[in-house]
């Protein structure tokens, strides 16, 4: 009689354990589910907004492109391969070089 209340506990325990069990392996079914759901859209923003990273990039990009300006009708001066910045780093006699929408001028600087 003994044996078989202790089989019984026993069982009654291996089934509320085999219950316990089986229902987390639902919960985490269900929430594997919604993961599975959400990480299509996820990667989708992501891309999307690496997209628009993209755009922002080659926007900056095409602003700075020098051959812009020059079409506004602004004009870049050279001298040896750089840009003249300051009318002071140059000598009288020094051989520039300016770049225009259409065309180059070569000048001699007269006097600085």
Request: zero cysteines; aromatic letters at 2%.
């Amino acid at each position: 009689m003994v044996k078989t209340r202790q089989e019984a506990k026993i069982d009654s325990l291996s089934n509320r354990m085999l219950s316990a069990i089986q229902q987390r392996i639902v919960e985490h079914q269900a929430r594997l589910h919604s993961a599975e759901e959400r990480i299509p859209i996820l990667i989708d923003r992501h891309l999307m907004a690496e997209q628009h990273h993209l755009q922002l990039i080659e926007e900056k990009t095409k602003a700075l492109d020098p051959s812009l300006l020059l079409a506004r009708g602004y004009s870049i001066t050279l001298y040896q391969g750089k840009a003249v910045k300051d009318m002071s780093t140059l000598q009288p006699g020094d051989e520039i070089e300016t770049r225009l929408a259409k065309g180059i001028i070569h000048s001699k600087v007269i006097t600085s």
